[in-house]
C-alpha cells in the first residue's frame, strides 16, 4: 500500500535556518521506503538564491519538536499504517545524515520520483526519513512524501 505525508499548508522557513518540513517515522518490525516527494515554494524574487532542499535519515537520537500529522492511505489494499509521521519541527531530530540533496530555486518546486529498486529506505525502528529546506531569505515552503510500507 502506498501512503502520504504532507506540509497541511504553508510552513516558513526563516533565513539561513536548516528546517525539517516533514518526517516519517518507521514503526517496529517494518520498513518505509520513499517512491517520491515534492517541495515548491512561494517565493517572487527572480534573482534570489536557491533554496537547499535535503533528504535525510534520522537515528531519532532526539525527536525534535514537531506536529504530528496523519497520515493518509493513496493506493493498495485498505491496510493500517504502523509508521508515524511529524511536520514542522521547531526543534530539530538528530542525529541526521543528508542522503541527497538539490538546489531549488524559491520562485519554483521540485518533484523526485525514484527509480523502482532504487528507493531511500528505513529499516531501524523509530529511525526517519525525512524532508529538510535551507533558505537564504525568508520563504513557504509546501510539500509531501509518498511512501511504502511493508
Not at 38 to 48: L, N, P
Not at 138 to 143: E, K, S
Amino acid at each position: 500500500a502506498g501512503y502520504t505525508v504532507e506540509t497541511n499548508g504553508d510552513i516558513a522557513l526563516s533565513a539561513a535556518t536548516a528546517k525539517t518540513i516533514m518526517s516519517v517515522i518507521n514503526a517496529a518490525n517494518s520498513l518505509i521506503r520513499i517512491c517520491e516527494f515534492g517541495v515548491s515554494f512561494d517565493g517572487t524574487s527572480a534573482t534570489a538564491e536557491p533554496v537547499t532542499v535535503e533528504l535525510c535519515y534520522s537515528t531519532q537520537a532526539t525527536a525534535g519538536t514537531s506536529t504530528s500529522h496523519t497520515i493518509a492511505q493513496c493506493r493498495g489494499p485498505t491496510r493500517t499504517v504502523q509508521a508515524t509521521a511529524a511536520r514542522n519541527y521547531t526543534a530539530e531530530p538528530t542525529v541526521l545524515t543528508v542522503w541527497k540533496r538539490w538546489l531549488v530555486h524559491p520562485t519554483s518546486g521540485i518533484v523526485v520520483q525514484f527509480p523502482l529498486g532504487r528507493e531511500p529506505e528505513c529499516t531501524v525502528t523509530s529511525d526517519a526519513l525525512l524532508i529538510r529546506c535551507t533558505a537564504p531569505a525568508t520563504v513557504n515552503v509546501q510539500g509531501y512524501i509518498e511512501f511504502e510500507e511493508g
